[in-house]
């Protein structure tokens, strides 16, 4: 099995480096045979439908870019915390915020429920180079501060959620409790906005564009995934939450081919018979070697001392997105990481749980020093999407041709700021791995 991750998808010239992987699996057989594979391994819950390369052309725009670059009107976040998890973060965070401080002082000139003189000075604003913020979320973010509206969403559990893991198994998780307040489930916050955006646009006169939002008339998550996924997706015709709620916590394995004998008939294996494609023959990509492909990453590199690879631990539970908020996390991780080589620490002048300073040319940000032995002389890990210490601030806005971000190769100085503060001192710095006997 050819399982990989996040230093694959996020790093160097990453289309091309996925599709060598793809083409050992293929080459060597291991495509459609028991134990064999090639697979993303874990990561996001899906279970959906989504339209095609054509809904926004590929490459795709380059968002934080445009946003930077003075352009677009209206930003809408949904379950991101950028300032934390982008790349470029230091910059995107200052044009940003900027951007929507131009509409919060026009807003404030208003007094307040007076719609039609809100609506002509937030665009005003607009015009001007201003950016009226969204924000989707389950718990306040860095982003969500600079927000004008704040849409509370639901989470697993406070609704019913159709998700599928990395094996392909789809399932129902069904609610069980109430959302907090006027939280909704994602769907049925795109419902309202869309709605909203009709009425909005036929009392302009523009049916036209109002027509393009008809069909959003959902009422509960069922009706979403019934207009959509039953609807389009491959063998979607076959599911309905009546039949994943008899099919129970193991659910059935994606793309579903039948419904028999009062149970939905998934795909065991992809690729079993050895055929691929419509004309039944594996395609081999391209992936000759570019060198570090995303601009000014070789300059980068040939500037500053360490390379500031990045990523998630399993310490904490993905971007730190809830564990923020709890003190037995924060209080063992008060800091974010950067793991060095014993030998780069003393050079360094660090001991264990001090207080460095990471920056180059993007930006800065901070961590702790965490000795690693294992790590090589000049190469460091920081542990991603930290509040205290953002390691996005150093990395570049390099990308490649398809507007894939390169987060791992990044290059920058380290210096000392202090002796380990009292939220360290009292941290263990033993090895963090696991060897076995």
Not at 161 to 182: K, V
Not at 284 to 302: D, N
Request: proline share 5%; net charge positive.
């Amino acid at each position: 099995m050819f399982a990989y991750k996040k230093g694959l998808i996020w790093g160097n010239d990453n289309y091309r480096t996925n599709g060598a992987l793809v083409n050992i699996a293929l080459a060597t057989g291991n495509v459609g045979r028991p134990g064999g594979g090639c697979v993303r391994m874990g990561g996001h819950q899906e279970g959906y439908v989504r339209p095609s390369d054509a809904f926004i052309g590929k490459p795709a725009p380059y968002v934080d870019q445009l946003l930077i670059g003075g352009k677009g009107g209206i930003h809408h976040i949904w379950g991101c915390d950028h300032f934390k998890t982008t790349l470029n973060a230091m910059e995107f965070r200052r044009v940003h915020k900027k951007r929507t401080d131009l509409v919060k002082y026009a807003m404030n000139d208003i007094p307040y429920g007076d719609r039609a003189p809100m609506v002509d000075a937030i665009m005003g604003a607009i015009r001007q180079g201003g950016l009226f913020s969204v924000d989707i979320d389950l718990v306040p973010t860095k982003i969500g501060q600079d927000a004008h509206l704040v849409l509370p969403a639901a989470t697993s559990g406070e609704m019913n959620l159709t998700s599928m893991n990395g094996e392909r198994r789809m399932r129902l998780t069904e609610r069980y409790m109430d959302p907090p307040g006027s939280a909704k489930p994602d769907c049925l916050i795109v419902a309202g906005l869309a709605q909203a955006l009709e009425k909005s646009w036929r009392q302009a006169g523009k049916n036209d564009v109002a027509d393009k939002l008809k069909g959003y008339d959902w009422r509960t998550e069922e009706d979403a995934f019934m207009d959509g996924y039953n609807k389009h997706a491959d063998g979607g015709t076959f599911v309905t939450y009546d039949r994943l709620r008899a099919m129970g916590t193991n659910g059935f394995q994606e793309p579903a081919v039948d419904f028999k004998d009062g149970k939905i008939v998934g795909t065991k294996r992809l690729y079993a018979d050895g055929k691929f494609g419509k004309d039944g023959k594996a395609k081999f990509m391209a992936t000759q070697w570019r060198g570090l492909e995303a601009p000014g990453k070789q300059q980068e590199k040939e500037k500053f001392p360490y390379l500031v690879n990045n990523g998630r631990a399993n310490h904490v539970w993905q971007s730190i997105y809830l564990d923020q908020y709890n003190d037995f996390v924060m209080d063992r991780w008060p800091l974010p990481f950067l793991e060095l080589n014993p030998d780069d620490m003393k050079e360094l002048g660090l001991n264990p749980g001090d207080l460095v300073e990471v920056y180059n040319d993007n930006g800065s940000t901070q961590a702790m020093a965490q000795p690693t032995s294992s790590a090589k002389r000049k190469q460091t890990f920081m542990l991603f999407a930290y509040p205290t210490g953002t390691v996005g601030n150093v990395v570049s806005k390099g990308v490649n041709e398809l507007i894939i971000p390169n987060y791992k190769q990044t290059w920058a100085n380290i210096r000392k700021i202090a002796d380990a503060p009292e939220v360290t001192r009292h941290l263990t710095f033993k090895s963090q791995e696991y060897t076995s006997a």
